[in-house]
């Protein structure tokens, strides 16, 4: 049990830590921001994915609570575990930060300055939705591919939050958002509620999605 809990927590560090760390420390592009996410959540995925199922981020989570691929009290565990993994990760890069004289209150955290609130709120709800119903439908007993689902799934990140970047900051994950924002303060902790609901609502819809189409016993 406990075995699961750690692979849970250190797969969502990884996805944090080298996530907004191609944004601040690398100063990255949108290209190599996406690719840092995606490429981040397939090395998780076939490092710890064994382990616990592999799902770091707490949308995963209620997917696969839905659709019985796991259990309440294991739920509940592996999302605390996320957040804080997210939050250990994000205290790393503030730490990172200062050393190089940058601005602390810049952290990768996700925020839409550029849109309405109910228009990124619909942004996350999509972005997630493609994103949890790619991973139901991969990660399927009846008609999945294992062997090809890290790989997959970190691919389909990847190009998500490249379209999301510039209205988002394109998060999909509630873990991903509130490690930066408690961190960073300002408007990212403001509308991170935003970040919490959007992407469960994404994951709500998915796993219905994904049981029309077959993806459970």
């Known amino acids: 049990m406990r075995q699961k809990y750690l692979a849970e927590f250190f797969g969502t560090f990884m996805l944090v830590f ?7 420390v690398a100063a990255g592009n949108t290209l190599t921001i996406g690719l840092a996410f995606g490429l981040a959540i397939t090395v998780s995925a076939y490092a710890f994915g064994g382990i616990s199922g592999g799902h770091f981020n707490p949308a995963v989570t209620t997917a696969m609570l839905m659709n019985r691929r796991i259990n309440g009290r294991d739920a509940l565990g592996y999302v605390i575990a996320q957040v804080l ?3 250990v ?7 990172f930060v200062s050393g190089l004289g940058l ?3 810049q952290l990768g955290q ?4 550029k849109i309405s609130t109910g228009l990124a709120f619909l942004v996350e709800v999509l972005v997630t939705f493609l994103f949890l119903l790619v991973i139901l439908n991969v990660t399927s007993d009846r008609h999945g591919n294992g062997d090809f689902a890290g790989l997959t799934i970190g691919v389909t990140l ?5 379209v999301a970047l510039n ?3 394109g998060s999909l994950n509630p873990a991903r958002s509130f490690g930066p924002a408690i961190f960073a303060g300002g408007s990212a902790l403001s509308h991170l509620w935003l970040y919490i609901l959007a992407p ?3 994951a709500i819809l998915a796993a219905l999605v994904a049981r029309v189409m077959g993806s459970e016993e």
């Open 85 to 87: 993994g997210a939050t």
């Open 103 to 105: 601005a602390t209150n």
């Open 158 to 162: 990847a190009f998500l939050i490249i």
């Open 110 to 113: 996700t925020d839409f300055p």
């Open 18 to 24: 080298l996530g907004t760390g191609a944004v601040t």
């Open 167 to 169: 209205l988002t900051g």
């Open 200 to 202: 469960e609502v994404g």
């Open 89 to 95: 990760a994000s205290a790393f890069m503030k730490l």
